[in-house]
């Protein structure tokens, strides 16, 4: 007699366990069509072309004075900061003295050259007429073309002149940083007082305004798959909740080397990856930031996207 609801009871188990098996089957395979396919896979960051630029003061010297601040925009050309200029300064002025002085001993030159050339002739032609000796002619000949001489190296001296002071105003304008491009101050690493050298390492970072673009490693299991042109989706990987962004190829580099995005020094040191830049197919948002982590997701597709203005 309980031999059979003991019987029940089991069917019953089994049945509801079936059941249930079946049910899990039917939503994982629900879930594994829903989700997404890439041919690949990628760490990436965000980066603009040619990176931050690492400004450094052109010339040794005691910082005077500083225009920026960290955080302002700047435009190419903008003064940045400028070093003590007065020993420039001197040199400036010790070569326009020289100049000046060249050119007043050319000048002279040149009025006394005249009146030697001018007492020549007219002997030269009182020697002809029988009017005078020839020995005087020859003599006032001759001081003309020494005065010549004479006249030729003080333009030669009044030409080294202005090229010393062409190469001290230029030293001059070495002891002022000027801005290579428009972009914004990111870092500032000198005070006024200060002194520094050009290998003593920069003085401004300067992020250029430049387009935004994504740094990708590929591993080399997924360089074949990946082309340009590929269409990509850029994801952010701090978990933020930035909406996702979409991208394509633009080049895939020819050189393997470790990965510069793997923290652990042992995976780093044995991964070999190939960097993979991609561009965004719309402007990003401005809180994209330069170094932000990302992942990226290839698309299937095989079909390279056009190019633009295609």
């Not at 005249?114 to 020995?135: C, I, V």
């Amino acid at each position: 007699m309980t031999l059979r609801p003991f019987s029940s009871l089991l069917a019953l188990a089994v049945a509801v366990s079936l059941l249930a098996a079946c049910s899990h089957d039917d939503a994982g395979q629900q879930a594994t069509a829903a989700a997404p396919t890439y041919a690949a896979v990628a760490r990436g960051r965000i980066d603009i072309e040619g990176g931050m630029l690492k400004l450094s003061m052109p010339r040794d010297g005691v910082v005077a004075e500083i225009k920026v601040h960290e955080g302002d925009h700047v435009h190419k050309g903008q003064l940045l900061a400028v070093l003590d200029t007065k020993p420039a300064q001197l040199a400036v002025s010790s070569a326009q003295a020289e100049q000046q002085q060249a050119e007043a001993q050319g000048k002279l030159l040149e009025v006394r050259l005249k009146a030697a050339q001018q007492r020549a002739s007219r002997l030269a032609a009182a020697a002809a007429a029988g009017a005078g000796d020839g020995q005087s002619a020859d003599d006032a000949r001759e001081a003309a073309q020494q005065l010549q001489g004479e006249l030729d190296n003080a333009r030669a001296s009044s030409a080294m002149a202005a090229q010393k002071l062409d190469a001290a105003r230029y030293e001059l304008a070495q002891r002022s940083l000027l801005a290579p491009v428009d972009g914004q101050i990111v870092e500032r690493l000198i005070q006024p007082g200060a002194a520094v050298s050009p290998q003593g390492g920069p003085a401004f970072v300067l992020l250029p305004e430049e387009a935004r673009l994504v740094r990708a490693e590929l591993n080399e299991s997924f360089v074949g798959a990946v082309h340009e042109g590929m269409h990509a989706q850029v994801v952010d990987d701090s978990g933020s909740g930035a909406p996702t962004l979409s991208a394509h190829v633009q080049r895939i580099g020819t050189v393997f080397g470790p990965s510069a995005l793997e923290e652990d020094p042992m995976i780093r040191a044995n991964t070999r990856t190939v960097e993979c830049v991609l561009v965004f197919d719309q402007p990003p948002p401005d809180s994209l930031r330069i170094g932000q982590r990302v992942i990226v997701q290839f698309g299937a597709d095989t079909q390279p996207s056009a190019k633009p203005g295609a």
